[in-house]
């Protein structure tokens, strides 16, 4: 069943899509009936800039001109554009070979090379769930401040929640041609500023070098990572981390990161569901 909700959205769209669209984008499918622009339709369908597309009990294809695929599973809902996708509810697996990216819980998942393939879900309120099955991906804020990176074969959770715009990360510290690294779930984070006691980074931060840290701050978004490291973390503090809080990124305003464990699985469960019909998705 179609909620209220996204059927009102849907109509929205409907109004905007006449209003400027004129390009087809590409085509839409179905394994039965599914809401584009918030009209029931049984088999396929033309998209344009910003056709809004809903899933109930079954899947979607959307094929865009480029060479772009996205597989919209059960029970969700989202966006088409020509060079983004908007998840609102759900899960998708898009592949691609051109800059195409997805947009979800107030993140953005960009592909970084070519016939890249990878699986998001919208898992709650400000909350996704990452899982690369092909190529490398970054994860980006509103901001577009690079909070994380998945790896072929990788999945993370990403959660948005109100914050300060501080920062907090916990990882292993090393140290190599005088920078310092932070490296947990969502990759490495070049990490400067001034560590707890306010001492100078060179002096304060060998004491922590291959410990576990905590450490407090913020993105850089002007400075040039070094060492292939994701982001530069302006740092306010930093102290030795409890052994239990290994592996947790929370991010600028509020981004919390945790390694995911069965990402693939799940997601890749849910939409094969979908498709053969032996069950609801998880």
């Given at each position: 069943?179609?909620s209220r909700i996204y059927l009102?959205?849907?109509?929205?769209?409907?109004?905007?899509?006449?209003?400027?669209?004129?390009?087809?984008?590409?085509?839409?499918?179905?394994?039965?009936?599914?809401?584009?622009?918030?009209?029931?339709?049984?088999?396929?369908?033309?998209?344009?800039?910003?056709?809004?597309?809903?899933?109930?009990?079954?899947?979607?294809?959307?094929?865009?001109?480029?060479?772009?695929?996205?597989?919209?599973?059960?029970?969700?809902?989202?966006?088409?554009?020509?060079?983004?996708?908007?998840?609102?509810?759900?899960?998708?697996?898009?592949?691609?070979?051109?800059?195409?990216?997805?947009?979800?819980?107030?993140?953005?998942?960009?592909?970084?090379?070519?016939?890249?393939?990878?699986?998001?879900?919208?898992?709650?309120?400000?909350?996704?769930?990452?899982?690369?099955?092909?190529?490398?991906?970054?994860?980006?804020?509103?901001?577009?401040?690079?909070?994380?990176?998945?790896?072929?074969?990788?999945?993370?959770?990403?959660?948005?929640?109100?914050?300060?715009?501080?920062?907090?990360?916990?990882?292993?510290?090393?140290?190599?041609?005088?920078?310092?690294?932070?490296?947990?779930?969502?990759?490495?984070?070049?990490?400067?500023?001034?560590?707890?006691?306010n001492e100078l980074a060179n002096?304060?931060?060998?004491?922590?070098?291959?410990?576990?840290?905590?450490?407090?701050?913020?993105?850089?978004?002007?400075?040039?990572?070094?060492?292939?490291?994701?982001?530069?973390?302006?740092?306010?503090?930093?102290?030795?981390?409890?052994?239990?809080?290994k592996g947790h990124f929370s991010?600028?305003?509020?981004?919390?990161?945790?390694?995911?464990?069965?990402?693939?699985?799940?997601?890749?469960?849910?939409?094969?569901?979908?498709?053969?019909?032996?069950?609801?998705?998880?």
């Open positions: 069943m179609f009102a959205a849907g109509l929205l769209a409907a109004c905007s899509t006449v209003a400027v669209a004129s390009t087809a984008i590409g085509t839409a499918s179905a394994h039965g009936s599914m809401l584009v622009d918030g009209y029931a339709i049984t088999g396929n369908a033309t998209l344009f800039d910003g056709t809004a597309v809903q899933t109930a009990n079954n899947i979607a294809t959307l094929r865009l001109n480029k060479g772009t695929e996205v597989r919209l599973g059960s029970d969700s809902f989202g966006m088409l554009y020509h060079d983004h996708m908007i998840l609102k509810q759900g899960k998708t697996e898009v592949t691609t070979s051109e800059a195409f990216r997805l947009e979800a819980s107030g993140f953005q998942v960009v592909p970084m090379e070519n016939n890249a393939k990878v699986l998001v879900a919208v898992t709650g309120l400000g909350k996704m769930q990452v899982s690369s099955v092909a190529g490398a991906f970054k994860v980006m804020n509103a901001r577009g401040n690079v909070v994380g990176k998945v790896g072929a074969g990788k999945e993370l959770s990403f959660s948005m929640a109100a914050g300060t715009g501080l920062m907090n990360l916990t990882g292993l510290l090393t140290k190599s041609g005088g920078h310092y690294f932070l490296t947990d779930a969502s990759g490495m984070h070049e990490i400067v500023g001034k560590d707890a006691d002096k304060g931060f060998d004491k922590y070098v291959g410990k576990e840290v905590d450490v407090e701050g913020v993105i850089d978004a002007d400075a040039q990572p070094v060492g292939g490291a994701v982001n530069v973390v302006d740092m306010s503090s930093m102290s030795q981390a409890a052994p239990s809080a991010g600028e305003n509020g981004v919390a990161i945790l390694l995911g464990t069965g990402a693939a699985a799940f997601l890749g469960w849910g939409i094969y569901e979908a498709v053969s019909g032996t069950g609801a998705s998880r």
